[in-house]
Nanobody, 125 residues
Framework: QVQLVESGGGLVQAGGSLRLSCAAS????????MAWFRQAPGKEREFVAA????????YYSDAVKGRFTIARGSAENTVTLQMHSLKPEDTALYYC??????????????????WGQGTQVTVSS
């Protein structure tokens, strides 16, 4: 069984920074794609950023491009999301997602078989 555990959420003022981390564990699990999604109250879950292990090329939504950076963590099967210049509209529950199969459709929910429980990010104005 694969588990994803997120950490690093919290409360920050607008313009501040936060760093989220996600660690995937499970027997014989090897990440091919890891990503971050977020869901604000009353809204659908939306894509934030993704990283394909085989290419190392990051993908970002237009809403976060230039402010957020996704990167592989120092440990195996981990990913981080560095968030700068945070805005109140970034407030959401942030989910880590992972797939053991590579896919170029990284912005969709469908490729990801594994999801974390989410970590709350709240940005005050």
């Amino acid at each position: 069984q694969v588990q994803l555990v997120e950490s690093g959420g919290g409360l920050v003022q607008a313009g501040g920074s936060l760093r989220l981390s996600c660690a995937a564990s499970g027997r014989a699990f090897s990440s091919a794609v890891m990503a971050w999604f977020r869901q604000a109250p009353g809204k659908e879950r939306e894509f934030v950023a993704a990283l394909r292990w085989s290419y190392g090329f990051p993908y970002y939504s237009d809403a976060v491009k230039g402010r957020f950076t996704i990167a592989r963590g120092s440990a195996e099967n981990t990913v981080t999301l560095q968030m700068h210049s945070l805005k109140p509209e970034d407030t959401a529950l942030y989910y880590c997602a992972a797939s053991s199969v590579d896919s170029w459709i990284v912005t969709s929910l469908q490729p990801y078989a594994y999801w974390g429980q989410g970590t709350q990010v709240t940005v005050s104005s």
